[in-house]
Nanobody
Framework: QVQLVESGGGLVQPGGSLRLSCAAS????????MNWYRQAPGKQRELVAA???????NYADSVKGRFTISRDNAKKMVYLQMNSLKPEDAAVYYC?????????????WGQGTQVTVSS
């Protein structure tokens, strides 16, 4: 089992930066692929960034060059560094642990953290 708690959201001005954190519990955190999703009101949830258990990363086109996903397996943490933030980045950001390749029920979500980008 994996339990996830996001933090680090808040209000930031356009062009500013935030670092989101996701704290995980569970002894097998290191073998999960980890993802950040976001959802704005009235919009579909979208995958923002992904990092595999081996450290390979991928990003939505809209955030490439601005966001960086990373993980620290020793600390059971995953991060999303968000730079050059735009108003359209405002959303609730969710951390996801995906171990479904190992076990079909191994898909876990945090409660979300709000990111607001406004002057």
């Amino acid at each position: 089992q994996v339990q996830l708690v996001e933090s680090g959201g808040g209000l930031v001005q356009p062009g500013g930066s935030l670092r989101l954190s996701c704290a995980a519990s569970g002894s097998i955190f290191s073998i999960y692929d980890m993802n950040w999703y976001r959802q704005a009101p009235g919009k579909q949830r979208e995958l923002v960034a992904a990092i595999t258990s081996g450290g390979m990363t991928n990003y939505a086109d809209s955030v490439k060059g601005r966001f960086t996903i990373s993980r620290d397996n020793a600390k059971k943490m995953v991060y999303l560094q968000m730079n050059s933030l735009k108003p359209e980045d405002a959303a609730v950001y969710y951390c996801n642990a995906d171990g479904t390749a190992m076990w079909k029920e191994a898909d876990f979500w945090g409660q979300g953290t709000q990111v607001t980008v406004s002057s």
